[in-house]
C-alpha cells in the first residue's frame, strides 16, 4: 500500500507565499506522475499542477508563473512552490501520485487526505 501525506499548508496574506510538500511511502517499486489538485468551498476538485518521472510539467492556466511543481526523486516528495498567492487560491490541496507497487504488483494510483491553504484579502 501507498500513502501519500501533505504538509506545508496554512493561512497566508495575500501576496505571500507558502510551500506544499508531499511525501509518498509504502510499497513503491516507481513513482511515475505526481501532481496536485484543489478543491475550494462549493466547487469542483481541479487541476493545478502535474510532473512526470522526467520532469515534464503541466499548470492550469490560473496558476501560471505563479506555481512551480517539483520532485526529489530519491526522496519520493513532491513540492508545490505557490508565490503571489490570492484568496482565490484559497482551497484544500490534494496530492497524487501514481507507479507500480512492489507488494502488490500492479499499478497504484494514491490521493492524499488533503491540506487547507487560505489566502486573506
Known amino acids: 500500500q501507498v500513502q501519500l501525506v501533505e504538509s506545508g499548508g496554512g493561512l497566508v496574506q495575500a501576496g505571500g507565499s507558502l510551500r506544499l510538500s508531499c511525501a509518498a511511502s509504502?510499497?513503491?517499486?516507481?513513482?511515475?506522475?505526481m501532481g496536485w489538485y484543489r478543491q475550494a468551498p462549493g466547487k469542483q476538485r481541479e487541476l493545478v499542477a502535474t510532473?512526470?518521472?522526467?520532469?515534464?510539467?503541466n499548470y492550469a492556466d490560473s496558476v501560471k508563473g505563479r506555481f512551480a511543481i517539483s520532485r526529489d526523486n530519491a526522496k519520493n516528495t513532491l513540492y508545490l512552490q505557490m508565490n503571489s498567492l490570492e484568496p482565490e487560491d484559497t482551497a484544500v490541496y490534494y496530492c497524487?501520485?501514481?507507479?507500480?507497487?512492489?507488494?502488490?504488483?500492479?499499478?497504484?494510483?494514491?490521493w492524499g487526505q488533503g491540506i487547507q491553504v487560505t489566502v486573506s484579502s
Open positions: 497524487t501520485a501514481s507507479g507500480y507497487d512492489r507488494r502488490r504488483l500492479r499499478n497504484f494510483d494514491s
Open positions: 509504502g510499497s513503491i517499486f516507481s513513482l511515475n506522475a
Open positions: 510532473i512526470t518521472s522526467s520532469g515534464y510539467t
